[in-house]
Every structure is written in structure tokens, then in C-alpha cells.
């Protein structure tokens, strides 16, 4: 099938490469040149797992390329919309300018029966707004959320743990089904759907067929149902990790370890462990402004009291930063000034080299703030770092950024900090021994036996 993916940011790029790499015969579209001759040469503009693979085979079979031509989209039978939703400059809504752009530059290009399948993240209710726009053309709106994690963007991509699938008000509501394209999709009241959603049913599973083959769950619902589940699952995980956040802060009062506190809970299958890492908090491109925007959109709708939990979470959340800044300072007898700080990762988690709302960089950056002298390592993120933070000194090498450390901060958990750096060898380098685990993902007792003064978010 021939595809066009509008947007070549992160999603759109993982997305255009995945769907080529099944067999889809697709066009990339993007106004930014730059990021268009990259892709062009198989080359990913960013750090992910496994795309510079996919990508780059793709661009050499012919199945996938990339213009800045939105003509070029013509003739597609599925086109899916995956830009950018950033936060509004003056509030916390999302904001659509790059939606409705990329909706108004397409409108042209449409045809009779095409499907335009919307994957940016996007208030409730923009889905039936734009639905007018787009089936004045003779064409169809659908939302397709995505539910990519950086780092497995590509795994979850091309083998997803379900599919989702929101069609017109008009069409049936909601119902789950396995991979047999056969089924039969009905609606609310039992009755089956009209011929015309089960062709759009079908081709989007056409389009997903590898993982539809396997039995992934393909779920069929309303518009406003699809763009809820998107946003109400980025709540959700925002609100187990800030849950175990705040049992950290209770856990530094007491002097309970949150750890064990969360393993202990984790073994209820009601709860489970994933997701009950305590830390610094979450950060990146979706979790803090989707918190966000799912609040100010409630209040727009008069729920706000709904979600009010979600502003205490965003709160719980910026706590911990300060938190990890007050460890060093502690740690440090009181003051950073004129002391090497060796923060120990920059981009907001591992796999990735995203530093959209790190909470690491934003604990380096304070630190700087309060005199310290800090410097800054990271395997992937340093030059998406260096651009956005310039007063903070950037070094490659994790050893040579220890050296003559006062204080050691790890704030992103790669392997290189987690697993490879025995306190010992980091013994040999740095002056101080002082380390803040800002993600609880060393070996307290190891770092202590071997003369650390070990600092951990919730821990005694």
C-alpha cells in the first residue's frame, strides 16, 4: 500500500521508516529541509534504537522516501498525521498550529476513499473539529494513537501491545478484537457497521497487518474514545511514578527505604512493579506537557476537578529535582559554590538522546546556578545538550568527566552508570566521595562499604 507520513519528527520519522520496513511503499513529508536531506541518505536525526537500520534499508530498496513536497503525498491510499503538539508558550494547552497545517496543506492532495489517520497526541474533541475539513474532500478521518516508548520506538512500532483505531460518531463504538481480519466490527447497539466503516476498518488492518496476523489486539472506537486513551494512558503511568514519588517524601521523613516499599507492593498483580521507580521524576516530550494539556483541556470542558490530581502530580514531579539539588548541596556540607559537581547524564532517560524537560538537565542546571561547577556526561545527548545549555561543561568520556569530582549525581540510568562504574575504579578518579543516586539504580551498600557517602531519593 501507499502511504504518506505528514511530520518527520520523532514519531513521523520511526513511523514512515517502520511501515516501509513491513513492505509499505511510502513518502515522508516535513517542511524542515534539513531533517529531510538527512533522512533522504538513510541517516536518523536522532538517537533511536534500530532506526538507522530500517531507515537506511528502506531508503535503498525505493519503499521509502522524504520530500518537503506535500504533493507528493497524492495518490496515497492512507496519509497519517504525525507532528509536533508542544505546549502552548502561554499556557498548558497543546498547542495545534502544526496540526492544522499539516491538515491544510493535505486537504488538496485528498481524494475520494483516502483515509487520513491522525497520530499526533491531541486534546479531546480536535478529531470531530477537523473531521468536516477533511470528508468535504470525499475522505475519511480516523485517530490512530501512538504509544511509542523512546528507546523501543521501532519494537513498538512494527510489534505494538495493541492497536487503536477511532472512527466517526456515526460509525459503531467500541469494540476489541484479535488479528482476524474477517471479524465482524459492531456497534454499540449490536447491529454490524455499514460497509463504508468496514473498509476503513480493513485497510487500517491491511496497514497493520504483521502484528493484526499475530493477534494483537485491534480495538475499534469513537474518535473522542481513541484520543482520551492516548492521553488518559500517559496519565496514568505519570501518576504511578508520582505516587511513588510522594511515598518517597514520606519515606525520607521516617527513614523507610522506598525501594523496598515498592517491591512490596509491586508483588500485588493489582499494582505491579513497573512504573514504581523512584527517582527524580519523569520528563521528555510527552509526559509533562500531555499532563499538562489533558488538564487544561478538562477545564475547558468544566471537569477540571476531574484531573485535579494531575496538577499535584506535575507538582510531585518538579519536587523531586529540587530534592536531588538539595542531596548534593547536603552532601557538599552545605554549599556548592566553586565545587566539581560530575552530573552522570543528560538526556530525560536511557536509549535516547531526548533532552525535552530533562530532569536531568535541569538538575545540572541548577546546581551551575547555585555556583557549583558542573559538568555534564552523557553516551548519546551531549550536543542536543551543549546547544540548549551552553554554560554547562560538556565531556565524552564518563572517566575523564570523574576526575577531580568534589560530588558525583547519576540522573539518567544508562548502563554505562548503572552497571559499568564499580565505586572503586570511580574511587581512583574524583576527590570527593559524595554520590546522589538520583534514580536509585546503584548498589547503596556496595558504594558505602567502599567509602561513599551514598545519597538515594527515599532511601536512609
Known amino acids: 500500500m501507499k502511504l504518506s507520513v505528514i511530520g518527520c519528527g520523532y514519531l513521523g520519522a520511526v513511523h514512515a521508516a517502520a511501515m516501509a520496513s513491513i513492505g509499505h ?34 531508503v535503498a530498496s525505493g519503499r521509502l522516501r522524504f520530500t518537503t513536497d506535500m504533493a507528493e503525498a497524492k495518490g496515497a491510499k492512507v496519509h497519517f498525521i504525525g507532528v509536533g503538539t508542544p505546549q502552548q508558550k502561554d499556557g498548558y494547552g497543546a498547542d495545534l498550529t502544526y496540526v492544522n497545517a499539516a491538515i491544510d496543506g493535505l486537504l488538496p492532495y485528498l481524494s475520494e476513499g483516502d483515509i487520513v489517520a491522525g497520530k499526533s497526541t491531541v486534546p479531546v474533541g480536535t478529531a470531530a473539529e477537523l473531521t468536516p475539513r477533511v470528508e468535504a474532500t470525499g475522505a475519511t478521518l480516523v485517530w490512530n494513537p501512538e504509544f511509542l516508548r523512546e528507546g523501543w520506538a521501532v519494537q513498538d512500532t512494527i510489534d505494538p501491545d495493541r492497536l487503536v483505531l477511532g472512527v466517526s460518531s456515526r460509525f459503531a463504538r467500541s469494540t476489541t478484537e484479535g488479528g482476524d ?28 497487518a504483521p502484528p493484526v496476523a499475530k493477534g494483537t489486539p485491534f480495538i475499534v472506537t469513537d474518535l473522542a474514545t481513541a484520543e482520551l486513551v492516548k492521553v488518559s494512558a500517559n496519565a496514568f503511568l505519570a501518576t504511578k511514578i508520582s505516587f511513588i514519588n510522594a511515598m518517597a517524601e514520606i519515606a525520607e521523613v521516617v527513614g523507610a527505604d522506598v525501594t523496598q516499599l515498592a517491591d512490596a507492593i509491586g508483588h500485588d498483580a493489582r499494582i505491579g512493579r513497573k512504573f514504581l521507580g523512584a527517582g527524580i521524576g519523569f520528563g521528555g516530550g510527552c509526559l509533562p506537557k500531555d499532563i499538562r494539556a489533558f488538564a487544561a483541556r478538562a477545564e475547558e470542558l468544566g471537569r477540571g476537578e476531574s484531573v485535579g490530581f494531575l496538577r499535584q502530580m506535575d507538582e510531585i514531579n518538579m519536587r523531586r529535582r529540587d530534592r536531588a539539588v538539595q542531596l548534593v548541596v547536603d552532601g557538599l556540607g552545605g554549599s556548592v559554590f566553586k565545587k566539581n559537581v560530575t552530573v552522570l547524564g543528560a538526556a530525560f532517560k536511557p536509549h535516547s538522546d531526548d ?18 561547577w558542573v559538568t555534564v556526561t552523557d553516551p548519546e545527548a551531549i550536543a542536543n545538550a551543549q546547544a540548549k545549555h551552553p554554560q554547562l561543561n560538556y565531556v565524552e568520556d564518563r572517566d575523564e568527566a570523574l576526575r577531580a569530582a568534589d560530588a558525583v549525581v547519576v ?15 570511580v574511587s581512583t578518579l574524583t576527590d570527593g566521595r559524595v554520590i546522589v543516586d538520583g534514580r536509585n539504580c546503584l548498589d547503596a551498600a556496595a558504594w558505602r562499604a567502599a567509602g561513599w557517602t551514598y545519597y538515594g531519593m527515599g532511601r536512609p
Open 25 to 58: 511503499e511510502v513518502v515522508g513529508i516535513d517542511v524542515d529541509q534539513r531533517k529531510i536531506d538527512a533522512l533522504s541518505k538513510g541517516e536518523a536525526p536522532f538517537f533511536e534504537p534500530g532506526l538507522p537500520e530500517i531507515l537506511s534499508e528502506g
Open 181 to 208: 481480519a474477517g471479524s465482524t466490527t459492531e456497534g454499540g447497539d449490536g447491529h454490524s457497521t455499514t460497509g463504508e466503516e468496514v473498509d476503513v476498518v480493513a485497510v487500517m488492518k491491511e496497514v497493520y
Open 355 to 372: 533532552i525535552r524537560d530533562s530532569p536531568a538537565l535541569d538538575v545540572a542546571v541548577r546546581l551551575h546556578g547555585l555556583g557549583a
Open 411 to 425: 540522573v539518567t540510568e544508562w548502563d554505562e552508570y548503572r552497571r559499568q562504574m564499580s565505586p572503586e575504579h
